[in-house]
């Protein structure tokens, strides 16, 4: 008998000497974030007496005000969470630890960090939040303004990329993962030195085909190609031009004279070219050049060209042009002549000028007609030359005429112009066939996704100017397109022929099938046949591959739209109102777009 009070006893001494804390933990309600599919069905649906249960704004998800809550356990009792994720269990299994953390700096300043998302409870989930310290070699905190983003759903990558760091500087990255109430698992780290930048001793290449030609009495034309930042990479910073009356070596340049000039670099490989000037009349010079990067690294002297300036001036134009021709189409026409030389037909001249006026062309009207750009340079004289101008406007006259011009400023003498018609544009775009409407899951009410392939401005090619959109709830043809409505928003310009394109109509009614059609048009007006015509409708379907059978939809239907096959249930779209009155306890019931 005193053994048994004895016992009795201990165990009394034991019970008080519990630590309550678990137990505690276990009587309060709170939201399993992992379950929380942000519904709101508990602010919306349901009314807590202290008003505790509140949304987070970041997350979208439910969470219940500590400092509100009472702890009446009306969210258990009296509502229904569609995925249970109301409790009062303890959670203390923390994120899974992250196991593939790797931290790299392959630009300069930037750190980038990949790893594989973990759950909130364990690999099951979505982690709450990430906290990340990046530390310095003396262990203090580096300041950057990267934001730390929300975690991923487990088994997602993320990939977080980090800038303006300080250049070679050594650092610790150390990650933990928490869930909503802070269990977190061991601290993840990594080491590595953030990259810096990289001296650049490289100089550019030297020019290696330096030519002059076309001297006057005062100037000579230089051309080259262009070299590298590095070597034959890349674009350099600037040129140096020098020149003399004597050969130019490595222990003459600084002493050669050096031309004032302002050229930009273009990439190297590309053809450059400078008018040297200030030169003095039947003289030779010789002419080098270096090229310089932006770290002021400067090429090795490059190949030398001599050439030697006229002696008088140079009074002799390029012959007049007189056999201007032209081949017109929709938007555009072709030119061709016969090219004329710098001294009349003699040489090359040096460059052209075509003009374009949709009036005629004279000389005292030269300078206001518009200069076309990116013409060929001249050939030899009696060489064929050709040039296209295109996005004209189909149907609509307009007149060329040419001028060429040598190195000393002498212009041919102006020829009428030419009188050209661009063809005129009769061709409509090609009837689209594939308009279809996009069938499948949709989160808005009242909105029916179509797709198509753009046609083109002429037939399948090119690109049209418009597209027309109609909807009617009955089968839209020729005859009753002006009847249906127009879609007077979100209908997107038409893209090149043969590109997908697709878009939004919003605002239809749920539960009503809708026809639709579409016709394009092109600039010049000419319009499409009316394209096929699909049809849809919005109600609610079940995920049947997902269906549990478990019959609690078929009870919500006053419609009888919810049928029994078998192994799961199905919603008949024809009978379906979209009332939304039918429930699952596995959310698998969803607004649904049909096709007809």
Known sequence: MKNILYFSLLILILAGCVDNTELEQTADVRVEFSDCISCRECVDDFSCPQSAILIDPETGKAYIDADRCVQCMDCIDEFSCETDAFTTAVDDTPPAEISDLVATSEETGTLKITFTAVGDDGTRGQAYRYELSILDSQNQPLSHTFTVPRPQITGEQELWIIEDL???????????????????????????????????????????????????????????????????????????????????????????????????????????????????????????????????????????????????????????????????????????????GDNEQQGTALYYEIRISEAEITADNWQQAELLENLPDPAVAGSAESYLVSQLAANTTYYFAIKAFDASGNSSPLEPSLQVTTLEDDMAPAPITDFAVREGLTVVHGRIKVEWTAPGDNGTSGTAASYEVRYSTSEINESNWQDATVVSSGVPDPAAAGTEQNFNI???????????????????????????????????????????????????????????????????????????????????????????
């Open 166 to 340: 300080p250049e070679n500087e050594q650092v610790r990255i150390e990650l933990d993962v928490l869930d909503e109430i802070s269990n977190r698992p061991e601290t993840v780290s990594a080491e590595l030195e953030i990259m810096g930048m990289i001296e650049d001793l490289t100089p550019p290449a030297a020019i290696d085909d330096l030519q002059a030609a076309n001297a006057t009495t005062s100037s000579v034309m230089l051309s080259f190609t262009a070299v590298g930042d590095d070597q034959h990479e890349g674009v350099a910073s600037s040129y140096t031009i020098k020149y003399q009356t004597e050969m130019i070596d490595a222990e003459s340049w600084d002493a050669a004279l050096e031309f004032p000039q302002t050229i930009v670099p273009q990439a190297a490989g590309e053809s450059e070219s400078i008018q040297v000037t200030g030169l003095l009349e039947d003289t030779e010079y010789y002419f080098a050049v270096k090229a310089v990067d932006d770290n002021q690294n400067i090429s090795s002297l490059s190949n030398l060209a001599n050439i030697t300036t006229e002696s008088e001036a140079d009074l002799v134009a390029p012959a007049p042009i007189t056999d201007l021709q032209a081949t017109a189409g929709l938007d555009q026409v072709e030119l061709f002549w016969t090219a004329v």
């Open 506 to 596: 919003n605002f239809l009614e749920d539960a009503t099938i809708y026809y639709f059609a579409i016709k394009t048009t092109d600039a010049a007006g000419n319009t499409s046949e009316i394209s096929n015509c699909p049809a849809g409708k919005i109600v609610y379907q079940i995920n049947e591959d997902s269906c549990y059978d478990c019959g609690n939809c078929i009870n919500d239907c006053d419609e009888d739209a919810i049928i029994d096959v078998g192994p799961y249930k199905t919603i008949d779209p024809d009978l379906c109102i979209a009332c939304g009155d039918c429930s699952c306890p596995y959310g698998l019931i969803k607004l649904w777009v049909v096709g007809y």
